[in-house]
């Protein structure tokens, strides 16, 4: 089974760019989609992008479309997150998860199964 590590998560200010990384174990990672999601303190997990096995088709959150850009490398077993024009609402705790499907990684991400630890990521007004 594939394992997820995230990192590239820091402070920054309103308005600047980070890029989140989401490192793979495992020889099965390019068989995965894989998807980002989030959870700001008292809040519950929100889904924030997906993407199919092959990079092909992505899938975005509307609060972030725009602004987000998933992408992956399957050489490297490891998935992207461009973060632009970022806001103080963007604060959360980052995760990435794999699932079968990117119908699966974006409808079910109470099934997911394999998830990583979490990079905090807090945007200062």
């Known amino acids: 089974q594939v394992q997820l590590v995230e990192s590239g998560g820091g402070l920054v200010q309103a308005g600047g760019s980070l890029r989140l990384s989401c490192a793979a174990s495992?020889?099965?990672?390019?068989?995965?989609?894989m998807g980002w999601f989030r959870q700001a303190p008292g809040k519950e997990r929100e889904f924030v992008a997906a993407?199919?096995?092959?990079?092909?088709?992505?899938y975005y959150a509307d609060s972030v479309k725009g602004r987000f850009t998933i992408s992956r490398d399957n050489a490297k077993n490891t998935v992207y997150l461009q973060m632009n024009s970022l806001k103080p609402e963007d604060t959360a705790v980052y995760y990435c998860?794999?699932?079968?499907?990117?119908?699966?990684?974006?409808?079910?991400?109470?099934?997911?199964?394999?998830w990583g630890q979490g990079t905090l990521v807090t945007v200062s007004s």
């Open positions: 998860a794999a699932g079968d499907t990117i119908v699966v990684v974006t409808t079910t991400m109470g099934y997911l199964e394999v």
């Open positions: 495992g020889r099965t990672f390019s068989s995965y989609a």
């Open positions: 993407i199919s096995w092959s990079g092909g088709s992505t």
